[in-house]
């Protein structure tokens, strides 16, 4: 089995490709990104390519010969809120271009897209099931909007085996913070746990429907080997995630911790994330998802034992 993944040297697709060739059925994975990828060096099975999607041939480059595509390649969503245009060419017109290079290919690959929660936005109901009408309050769900409705059609027409999966907002994500509204989610758990403060821009009541890497790559997984008989017509799909609001997940982490790391916190408000953010629903209805096999953290805790495991092994709680 060949792999594509976009945005392969982001922080999910590296994560990604290193489950995937943990598997026998994967002969060869293709890693595609804008910066270049300094992991799997040497190892005989991975092609690392640095290229943008909307260069010529560069979408055609991607699919070749892919058995599954991983379309992770993506502007987080406060970037794309802020640069519109790239935005919608990196979001949407990318996202065309890699379907329309998998019709011309005439492969059917299937083809995983990663979509978002933000897709929906207000009114919502008090949960969300995948039937739930998408109304998105940010440019950002907008175009992962337009993309799931792409991926469905194609897949209708038979060009791809697509499904679109919902990502739940991901955290903790290691490293330094990046442009998305929720980058503060990873923050103010990732900053005091390594002894810097951190600013937390929304209410404590603010709920939110979180997953932890290890989930989202297992569920990514798992969206790219389910055999597309087993979606039927319906291919977007809501992952499963916990609903946890701020206040609590810094409860979780004063007792794994302690208090001096919760103190680190403070709050300062933030109208545009406070708006994006809080437009995003929190609890959802999974039973689909966890009767295709998904998987779910157990709770917030969890969230952040993985973190101190994967990213800070040397310390002891």
Same mark, same amino acid.
């Given at each position: 089995m060949k792999?594509?993944?976009?945005g /392969?040297?982001?922080?999910?697709?590296?994560?990604?490709?290193a489950?995937?060739?943990?598997?026998p059925e994967?002969?060869?994975v293709?890693l595609?990104?804008?910066?270049p990828i300094?992991?799997?060096?040497?190892d005989?099975?991975v092609?690392?390519?640095?290229?943008?999607?909307l260069d010529p041939?560069?979408?055609?480059?991607v699919?070749?010969?892919a058995?599954v595509?991983f379309?992770?390649?993506a502007? !987080?969503?406060?970037?794309?809120?802020?640069e519109f245009?790239?935005?919608? /060419? !990196?979001n949407l017109d990318?996202t065309?271009?890699l379907?329309?290079?998998?019709?011309?290919?005439?492969r059917?690959?299937?083809?995983?897209f990663t979509?978002?929660l933000?897709v929906?936005g207000?009114?919502?109901p *008090?949960?969300v099931?995948?039937?739930?009408? +998408?109304h998105?309050r940010s440019?950002y769900?907008?175009q992962?909007a337009?993309?799931?409705?792409? !991926?469905?059609d194609?897949?209708?027409?038979?060009? &791809?085996d /697509?499904?679109? +999966?919902?990502?739940?907002t991901?955290c903790?994500?290691?490293?330094?913070?990046?442009?998305a509204?929720?980058g503060f989610?990873?923050?103010?758990i990732?900053e005091?746990l390594?002894g810097m403060?951190a600013v937390c821009? !929304?209410?404590?009541n603010?709920?939110?429907?979180?997953s932890?890497p290890k989930?989202?790559?297992?569920n990514l +997984?798992?969206a790219g080997m389910?055999?597309g008989?087993?979606?039927?017509?319906?291919?977007i &799909?809501?992952?499963?995630g916990?609903?946890v609001?701020?206040g609590?997940? &810094?409860?979780c982490l004063?007792q794994?911790?302690?208090?001096?790391?919760?103190?680190?916190i403070?709050f300062?408000?933030?109208? *545009? +994330?406070?708006r994006i953010v809080?437009s995003?629903?929190?609890r959802?209805d999974? *039973?689909?998802a966890?009767g295709?096999?998904f998987?779910?953290?157990p709770?917030?805790?969890f969230? &952040?034992?993985h973190?101190?495991?994967t990213?800070m092994?040397?310390?002891q709680l």
């Amino acid at each position: 089995m060949k792999i594509a993944i976009t945005g /392969g040297g982001g922080f999910l697709g590296r994560r990604l490709a290193a489950s995937l060739l943990t598997r026998p059925e994967v002969g060869s994975v293709r890693l595609v990104d804008t910066s270049p990828i300094l992991e799997f060096e040497g190892d005989p099975r991975v092609e690392r390519a640095r290229a943008n999607l909307l260069d010529p041939g560069a979408a055609d480059s991607v699919v070749a010969d892919a058995d599954v595509v991983f379309h992770l390649a993506a502007v !987080v969503s406060g970037q794309a809120e802020a640069e519109f245009d790239l935005g919608m /060419g !990196v979001n949407l017109d990318a996202t065309r271009l890699l379907l329309e290079a998998a019709r011309a290919g005439k492969r059917t690959p299937r083809f995983v897209f990663t979509s978002s929660l933000a897709v929906f936005g207000p009114p919502l109901p *008090t949960t969300v099931d995948d039937g739930t009408a +998408v109304h998105p309050r940010s440019s950002y769900g907008a175009q992962k909007a337009i993309g799931e409705l792409l !991926v469905s059609d194609y897949s209708r027409k038979g060009y &791809i085996d /697509g499904r679109a +999966v919902r990502l739940p907002t991901v955290c903790v994500r290691p490293g330094k913070p990046n442009a998305a509204a929720s980058g503060f989610v990873s923050g103010i758990i990732r900053e005091p746990l390594n002894g810097m403060t951190a600013v937390c821009p !929304v209410p404590k009541n603010l709920e939110l429907w979180l997953s932890s890497p290890k989930a989202a790559v297992l569920n990514l +997984v798992h969206a790219g080997m389910l055999p597309g008989e087993k979606l039927g017509e319906s291919r977007i &799909i809501n992952l499963p995630g916990i609903t946890v609001s701020v206040g609590e997940m &810094i409860e979780c982490l004063a007792q794994a911790a302690g208090p001096e790391a919760a103190a680190q916190i403070t709050f300062s408000e933030d109208e *545009t +994330v406070r708006r994006i953010v809080s437009s995003w629903p929190a609890r959802f209805d999974i *039973t689909r998802a966890l009767g295709l096999g998904f998987v779910r953290d157990p709770d917030f805790r969890f969230l &952040i034992r993985h973190y101190i495991e994967t990213e800070m092994p040397s310390r002891q709680l």
